[in-house]
């Protein structure tokens, strides 16, 4: 291991600069002691802040389609929600059709001829 001047332990840290992107150096709390690394290429100082602009564009990208992809699973569970609701409603409704229609039957034969439920039921079935 290093020291630095300030009698402290120095840490290999990584340049971002434009000059120096990518580039490693020794730093401490004091900001810069000397380089780690020998100097970059000048083709290497035109590419890689390229290249982290593009991994910044896409990490936002990856961002912005997890918010979306989260948004678009809350709507599929108020879908559902309302698929079953839904279900519920039209089960409700035929049991509701049944027992009007028993009694439109029991008002037309005069209570006499009862039909039940089960009967309307097999009737309905048999006929569609």
Not at 32 to 37: N, T
Not at 45 to 72: C, E, F, M, W, Y
């Amino acid at each position: 291991m290093v020291m630095c001047f300030c009698r402290k332990w120095v840490i290999v840290r990584t340049s971002w600069t434009n000059n120096n992107p990518g580039r490693r150096f020794w730093g401490c709390p004091d900001p810069f002691i000397g380089w780690y690394d020998e100097p970059m290429c000048a083709h290497s100082k035109v590419i890689i802040p390229g290249l982290l602009r593009t991994i910044n564009k896409l990490r936002i990208a990856v961002d912005d389609i997890k918010d979306q992809a989260s948004k678009h699973e809350k709507e599929v569970v108020k879908i559902k929600e309302q698929a079953t609701m839904l279900k519920y409603y039209l089960v409700y409704s035929w049991i509701f059709f049944v027992v009007v229609l028993n009694i439109v039957v029991m008002q037309i034969n005069g209570n006499e001829n009862l039909v039940s439920i089960d009967q309307l039921w097999i009737c309905s079935v048999v006929h569609t």
